[in-house]
């Protein structure tokens, strides 16, 4: 990932704030913040924030693709209500099937932020916090079940923004913490 510094043969990931957006390093846990807190924060230790040339903010669409007929307002959607998935691969798997796609929180190791593609599992360097993502399916591939997740961090991150990870074995504990919403009608 640009701007952080990398050690030894693996390219763990150690430092501090450097130039990327959404992530605090160094002693801190890894964390998503909002940008103007990251900012503050750092600017107490006389860091400054990276040159707006470099890393942009993008600008936020509120309107949808050519030929899309809702508008924003109206493809925005709400929940109803939440639940908690049974912790069984089965159990997450016919959600999926029938009412899309479930939310889930699961543990972050170091490795996992030099993920490019593959299935993901964890293999070495330590625990830096939690992080939410969404199960949109799952599949096999070379005989290694997997969960295809969508990640919150950019399509220049993984496979184009997603991930997999080892599915029926609670890889990270991705398979203890997942959450189902029905919409409202």
């Not at 916090?129 to 799952?138: E, P, S």
Request: net charge neutral; proline share 4%; charged share 25%.
């Amino acid at each position: 990932m640009r701007g952080w510094l990398s050690i030894g043969s693996l390219g763990l990931l150690d430092g501090e704030w450097h130039c990327d957006r959404w992530f605090t390093g160094g002693a801190h846990r890894v964390r998503a913040l909002p940008v103007p807190q990251v900012f503050s924060s750092w600017a107490s230790k006389g860091l400054k924030p990276c040159p707006k040339e470099l890393y942009p903010t993008p600008t936020c669409e509120t309107k949808c693709q050519a030929g899309y007929n809702k508008t924003y307002k109206e493809d925005k959607f709400y929940g109803r209500s939440s639940y908690n998935v049974r912790e069984r691969e089965k159990d997450i798997m016919y959600e999926i099937m029938k009412n899309g796609p479930v939310e889930a929180a699961f543990e972050v190791y170091a490795d996992f932020f030099v993920y490019k593609s593959g299935i993901y599992h964890h293999v070495t360097g330590e625990f830096l916090g939690g992080h939410a993502i969404r199960i949109l399916g799952w599949g096999v591939e070379n005989g290694v079940k997997y969960w295809l997740i969508a990640n919150s961090w950019n399509e220049e991150w993984g496979e184009n923004g997603y991930f997999r990870i080892r599915r029926g074995t609670d890889e990270c504990s991705i398979e203890s913490d997942v959450t189902a919403g029905m919409p409202r009608k």
